[in-house]
């Protein structure tokens, strides 16, 4: 598996991605993709704005948005969405959608996949999402391990491996 830039252009977050070997399209791509041809197309469109404008850039990975913890990975959209007071709430109350990701820093976060979570219980008992909250998770280890070793370095808004490759092998 590979860590590959998904977008650098907000001027707060550089957004990475998974992408397995062989693959055509990046775990992120796969998961909008997916669920933009489901129901909750309203749901799919506000988490997109959610990244781009509020995360990527007016706030930063600030910790409000990911407080949906997932042992080592977090899922967007947030549980309880307080946005900052001169901002308009974007609602996602009940909504089923699933974006697992790994908040590195302020600037620098990492999306998974995800799907739709239907399932009072857990992430890991639902059928729609258990695989990529398992693959979210471990991708999470392998890197907050990496970067503890040395092995991925952190300068602002990038994540590189000790090369100064930005695609990195997970």
């Given at each position: 598996?590979?860590?590959?830039?998904?977008?650098?252009e907000?001027?707060?977050?550089?957004?990475?991605?998974?992408?397995?070997?062989?693959?055509?399209?990046?775990?992120?791509?796969?998961?909008?993709?997916?669920?933009?041809?489901?129901?909750?197309?309203?749901?799919?469109?506000?988490?997109?704005?959610l990244?781009?404008?509020?995360?990527?850039?007016?706030y930063?990975?600030?910790?409000?948005?990911f407080?949906?913890?997932?042992?080592?990975?977090?899922?967007?959209?947030?549980k309880?969405?307080?946005?900052?007071?001169?901002?308009?709430?974007?609602?996602?109350?009940?909504?089923?959608?699933r974006?697992?990701?790994?908040?590195?820093?302020?600037?620098?976060?990492?999306?998974?996949?995800?799907?739709?979570?239907?399932?009072?219980?857990?992430?890991?008992?639902?059928?729609?999402?258990?695989?990529?909250?398992?693959e979210?998770?471990?991708?999470?280890?392998?890197?907050?391990?990496?970067?503890?070793?040395?092995?991925i370095?952190?300068?602002?808004?990038?994540m590189?491996?000790?090369?100064?490759?930005?695609t990195?092998?997970?």
């Open positions: 598996m590979f860590v590959e830039v998904f977008s650098e907000g001027s707060k977050v550089t957004f990475y991605t998974i992408r397995k070997e062989g693959a055509e399209f990046s775990e992120t791509e796969i998961f909008f993709r997916k669920v933009y041809e489901s129901d909750y197309k309203e749901d799919v469109q506000k988490l997109a704005h990244l781009s404008n509020q995360i990527a850039n007016k930063g990975a600030h910790e409000k948005y407080n949906r913890h997932e042992r080592l990975a977090t899922a967007l959209p947030p309880k969405y307080n946005p900052f007071k001169k901002e308009k709430a974007i609602s996602f109350a009940h909504s089923p959608l974006l697992y990701t790994l908040k590195v820093s302020e600037s620098v976060v990492v999306l998974f996949n995800g799907g739709l979570k239907f399932t009072k219980g857990s992430a890991q008992e639902d059928s729609n999402v258990s695989i990529h909250f398992h979210a998770n471990e991708c999470s280890r392998k890197i907050l391990e990496a970067i503890k070793e040395g092995m370095c952190l300068s602002h808004k990038t590189v491996d000790f090369q100064g490759n930005k990195i092998i997970i």
